[in-house]
């Protein structure tokens, strides 16, 4: 499996977390928005509560963002 999956199971804050929290600081420092890259982490998150792998389409993505 993979490093963020093992994490993600042993209940450590993802590398997805992490690195869609930088996009999002430092879009906020040039004073932008980056809505869909603050979204990213709690569909990981949420997918897993669930019971399933964080695993999706790009197409299964891009309809969440666009819901949200």
Do not use: D, W
């Not at 603050?38 to 197409?59: D, E, R, V, Y």
């Amino acid at each position: 499996g993979s490093s963020m999956l093992g994490g993600l199971e042993l209940g450590r804050k993802s590398e997805v977390e992490y690195l869609q929290g930088a996009v999002v600081k430092l879009a906020e420092q040039q004073r932008l928005e980056a809505p869909y890259n603050s979204k990213i982490p709690t569909l990981a998150l949420n997918t897993f509560k669930q019971g399933q792998s964080p695993k999706m389409s790009g197409q299964e993505i891009c309809q969440f963002l666009k819901a949200v």
